[in-house]
């Protein structure tokens, strides 16, 4: 029995229009997503064979084929539940829509909810080749930061919690956009669901003492 599965859609394909059309949903989950998602499990096939077999020296790729396609699955994941249709999404976080507590942690971690989103829209117009713009949350400082992951999972603070993910991969928004990655991201603040990152906010904070028990 596989150990990871392809989440379904929060949403129908044309659900995010016209910010993501309905043929890149559709690709980037069934496709793209599904891939990561089989190559982790295969991958977990893998492992356990050349244990049995006592393999090792196919371990050092297959750990890192694991971390790449299991980073994969994870940041889609996160991704769509991240948004939400234009109509429900977008602005910023707001007291009085019972998100609070992330809109003052952003305040407090960035100086502005503008200052944030503009450093946020240039790590993910940025990346180099592939990879993702990511607000996390880091237990030790209790802070949140930005992070550029490339790829899928280099460049990240141990233990950093991703709460809201852009996906700056190719495959994201070629199809609509061309070679405009910023016109994407851009577009991208139009559909943030503030309530799925605010929720995401609140549960990473609370598994800090996990990481900073004292001995």
Excluded: C
């Amino acid at each position: 029995m596989p150990v990871y599965t392809l989440p379904e859609l929060p949403y129908d394909y044309s659900a995010l229009a016209p910010v993501i059309s309905p043929e890149i949903i559709e690709l980037h989950h069934g496709k793209h997503h599904a891939a990561y998602v089989k190559g982790a499990n295969d991958t977990l096939e893998q492992l356990a064979e050349a244990r049995d077999r006592e393999s090792w020296g196919s371990v050092n790729g297959l750990e890192k084929n694991l971390a790449f396609h299991l980073s994969g699955h994870i940041l889609h994941s996160i991704y769509w539940q991240n948004m939400t249709g234009p109509q429900d999404g977008g602005g910023e976080p707001l007291e009085a829509d019972g998100v609070g507590g992330l809109a003052e942690a952003i305040r407090e971690s960035f100086g502005s909810f503008a200052a944030f989103r503009t450093q946020l829209s240039k790590a993910s117009a940025t990346t180099q080749g592939s990879g993702w713009g990511v607000l996390a949350y880091e237990p030790l400082s209790g802070r949140l930061i930005v992070e550029q992951v490339y790829d899928h999972q280099g460049n990240v603070g141990q233990a950093s919690t991703p709460i809201l993910v852009f996906d700056a991969w190719e495959h994201a928004f070629y199809l609509q956009y061309r070679n405009q990655k910023a016109d994407f991201v851009e577009a991208m603040w139009q559909v943030v669901n503030w309530q799925d990152v605010a929720r995401r906010y609140e549960a990473a904070r609370s598994r800090t003492d996990a990481l900073l028990l004292a001995p």
